[in-house]
């Protein structure tokens, strides 16, 4: 049977075991990195937790609707067995009829009917440095080669400082992002942080300074690439290349892969897929039964 449960109601003890014993575990969904990114979410729980989904709710001119928080690719049904089609399907049934409009991610292993398939890329990193740099493809060398030429250095950097720098470089260009959720963002990195869960680094020109910043967040196996991005000067140097490359050759054979956490924008897909990234997609269920007067929810 699935439960509707409110916030206060949750075991978290219950539901995080459930997470990190889940064949398909994303750190997106412990409760603790929910209660950053979504204060007050709700869930639907199969039994005694066997299977959990949370609900992330808000509210909006007394509409109740569901949204994807920023900052968390996936979320969708978790489970220490399998989570074939019905069992997705009957908990995207069992959502309250009160969230006329849905618009929210499943992850990698969740599929359902009418689910829209959304672009992720996985990057193996359980060999060698050298046996990965030479999958690599023309692009990522050629502008590796370019950065190393501009004597360019990696080397950690305090989260707050790496927000910033994508705040003031990328920031504008995020749509819908406010103040509030790079607020927020600083929020989850200083728990990440003290979990020994965050690698930031920052790409340094000893002619520019600070030429590009990557944020990661390490959960067991799996590496997501979470912010990152290059000011003018860094993209016309190969700054991120050279980024991503020096995370690599720091991390091989040390963790299973990298989760790029993916793009629609083929730019940025060709960039993960010149480091050898293979597509593995996730999903999105999106729906809406408002009255067409209130059209402006979408």
């Known amino acids: 049977m699935i439960t509707y449960l409110k916030h206060t109601e949750i075991d978290k003890f219950k539901w995080d075991a459930c997470i990190a014993k889940a064949s398909n575990s994303l750190v997106y969904a412990f409760s603790w990195y929910l209660d950053v990114v979504s ?3 709700d869930a639907l729980v199969l039994n005694d937790y066997e299977a959990i989904m949370p609900i992330t709710h808000r509210r909006k001119y007394f509409i109740s609707y569901l949204f994807q928080p920023f900052f968390t690719q996936q979320l969708g049904v978790f ?3 399998e989570t074939p089609d019905f069992i997705v ?4 049934d069992a959502i309250p009829s009160k969230y006329k409009f849905i618009d ?5 292993d969740n599929n359902a009917k009418g689910l829209i398939e959304k672009k992720n890329f996985i990057l193996p990193i359980d060999e060698t440095y050298a046996d ?3 999958a690599y493809k023309g692009q990522a060398k050629r502008n590796i080669k370019k950065a190393k030429e501009q004597n360019l250095y990696l080397q950690v950097l305090p989260y707050k400082q790496s927000v910033d720098f994508y705040v003031k470089h990328k920031g504008a260009a995020t749509k819908g992002v406010t103040a509030k959720d790079y607020f927020m963002l600083k929020q989850l990195y200083k728990i990440c942080n003290k ?3 965050l690698l930031s680094m920052g790409v340094f020109s000893k002619q520019f300074g600070l030429v590009a910043t990557g944020v990661f967040i390490i959960n067991e196996d799996r590496v997501i690439f979470h912010l990152g991005t290059s000011d003018s000067k860094g993209k016309e140097i190969g700054a991120m290349h050279f980024l991503m490359d020096g995370v690599i050759a720091q991390l091989a054979g040390k963790n299973s892969f990298i989760d790029f956490e993916g793009s ?3 730019g940025i897909a060709r960039f993960y897929k010149s480091f050898g990234a293979f597509k593995r997609p996730y999903f999105k269920y999106k729906t809406n039964t408002l009255p ?3 059209a402006w929810l979408k």
Request: net charge positive; charged share 25%.
């Open 39 to 41: 204060p007050n979410w």
């Open 79 to 81: 489970s220490r067995l």
């Open 89 to 92: 399907q009957k908990f995207i």
């Open 104 to 108: 929210i991610n499943f992850n990698e």
């Open 132 to 134: 990965l740099f030479a």
């Open 195 to 197: 979990q020994n869960m």
């Open 264 to 266: 629609e924008k083929e």
């Open 292 to 294: 067409k007067i209130l």
